[in-house]
């Protein structure tokens, strides 16, 4: 059955998934296609737009179908919109913004050539806008002028993603993210790199991973208030750490509060950030948290399981998995009273 012949069988359609869009673009556009209760009914769509290898034809196809499909599907809440195909798989809209405007689209999943792109898409225009999952090509400054400071009230969950290196982390994404303010769900997978600095005046080293500092996560504590779930992966030691240790400060860091924190994971993170959530002069651990942790790295800075200023926070904890390992010593379910242990 053609796209034109199916409408009139599903009267009762809400969710729709069509693949291969790029070939059938003609008939996506015509009018004859979906009729008007059919247009108003359609909730759900999942577009898998393949370019079947011819880049600049995909490139205009997908420009054109975005909009297109925002505007015949007048009560849209969830959209997927992104190739399977090898080809040409980033949504662009080059110098020229879309004019599409939803009030009704609460979840977007996108792939995106550049990083304006996506601040196109966060200007406002689907103000009702709850998740959004986005995987950027290029993380780069654009002379374009559009508006990037606007409030994303009812944003609360977001997944950013970049395969290529960008040293613009505190200029594009920190931003980005100071205008979510009730955001609850924060996935971040980006390749950070900083730009060349000196050390000790006379030092020159290049930074190809940034650490991330107490100052980090108490800024994301601060910022996120709300934020119920935390993943970190990074393999690189703390600085500050290290630099108070040479100096042979022992100041202590004020300490963090995540309230409403509910899940954290640092099975991919070094041991450094297992001791940043553990030890209770740097972070208090909420109650009931589900947390996610190396073996070794857990049982080094417990110094297996008998440490004092880690004791508190583990306490606190509802259930505990422990990755790379698979025999646990007794007085471990001591350490961990009120949790299961996986």
Same mark, same amino acid.
């Given at each position: 059955m053609t796209f034109k012949g199916f409408s009139s069988y599903f009267s009762y359609l809400i969710r729709l998934a069509l693949s291969n869009c790029i070939k059938k673009q003609e008939e996506i556009n015509d009018k004859t296609l979906f009729n008007c209760t059919l247009k108003k009914q359609i909730s759900v769509l999942?577009?898998?737009? /393949? *370019? /079947? *290898? %011819?880049?600049? +034809? +995909?490139?205009? +196809?997908? %420009?054109?179908?975005?909009?297109h499909i925002l505007t015949t599907f007048t009560n849209l809440e969830y959209l997927s919109f992104g190739p399977s195909s090898f080809w040409y798989q980033q949504l662009s809209f080059n110098i020229s913004s879309p004019t599409v405007i939803s009030s009704t689209l609460l979840e977007l999943y996108v792939c995106l050539n550049t990083f304006i792109d996506c601040l196109y898409l966060l200007d406002g225009r689907f103000n009702q806008l709850c998740k959004f999952y986005v995987k950027i090509e290029f993380i780069t400054i654009s002379r374009l002028t559009i508006n990037n400071k606007k409030k994303l009230p009812n944003l609360r969950s977001i997944l950013l993603c970049s395969d290529i290196s960008t040293d613009l982390y505190d200029e594009l994404i920190v931003p980005l993210l100071h205008r979510m303010p009730n955001l609850e769900e924060l996935d971040l997978s980006l390749l950070v790199c900083v730009k060349t600095i000196f050390i000790h005046g006379n030092v020159l080293k290049t930074i190809d991973e940034r650490s991330f500092e107490h100052k980090f996560f108490l800024q994301i504590a601060q910022s996120f208030p709300l934020l119920r779930e935390l993943t970190v992966v990074n393999q690189k030691r703390q600085t500050d750490k290290q630099i108070r240790k040479s100096k042979n400060e022992n100041k202590d860091f004020p300490i963090i509060e995540y309230l409403h924190l509910a899940r954290l994971d640092l099975a991919g993170a070094h041991i450094d950030y297992h001791e940043q959530f553990l030890v209770d002069t740097k972070t208090c651990s909420p109650n009931n948290l589900r947390l996610s942790m190396n073996y070794q790295s857990v049982k080094k800075v417990t110094r297996n399981f008998r440490r004092n200023t880690t004791r508190s926070n583990c306490a606190k904890l509802s259930d505990v998995y422990l990755f790379r390992q698979f025999k646990f010593p007794e007085h471990l379910k001591d350490y961990f009273p009120n949790a299961k242990v996986f």
């Open positions: 999942v577009m898998d737009t /393949d *370019g /079947d *290898g %011819k880049q600049k +034809a +995909a490139e205009n +196809a997908h %420009k054109l179908l975005f909009p």
